[in-house]
């Protein structure tokens, strides 16, 4: 039985508030790029609930608490959503 997998892409601008994507699907990873500063930030779901990789433009990774997964998609802390940024994200699911 071939497996069922979801995915969506997007992109929007930081307001400076906290963030619900709401994706209509729980996801294994979420990456999300903000353009503008060259910062990425990841989650899987095998990392703890409030835990993230954060990668900087000169490439520093550290652990940040930016992302939060849900049932239906993902919370970004305000701190990752920096007003007037572009960010574009990439959210996978499946089963």
Do not use: C, W
Not at 47 to 64: D, F, P, R
Not at 74 to 91: D, E, T
Request: hydrophobic share 40%.
């Amino acid at each position: 039985m071939p497996k069922v997998y979801e995915a969506e892409t997007g992109t929007y601008t930081g307001d400076g508030l906290a963030k619900a994507l709401v994706l209509g699907f729980n996801p294994r990873y979420f990456k999300l790029i903000n353009i503008t500063d060259r910062i990425v930030d990841e989650k899987t779901d095998s990392m703890l609930t409030n835990v993230n990789l954060n990668i900087a433009a000169a490439g520093t990774q550290t652990s940040a608490t930016n992302l939060t997964f849900s049932a239906t998609g993902v919370s970004i802390a305000a701190g990752a959503n920096v007003n007037a940024k572009v960010y574009h994200y990439l959210a996978l699911g499946g089963i």
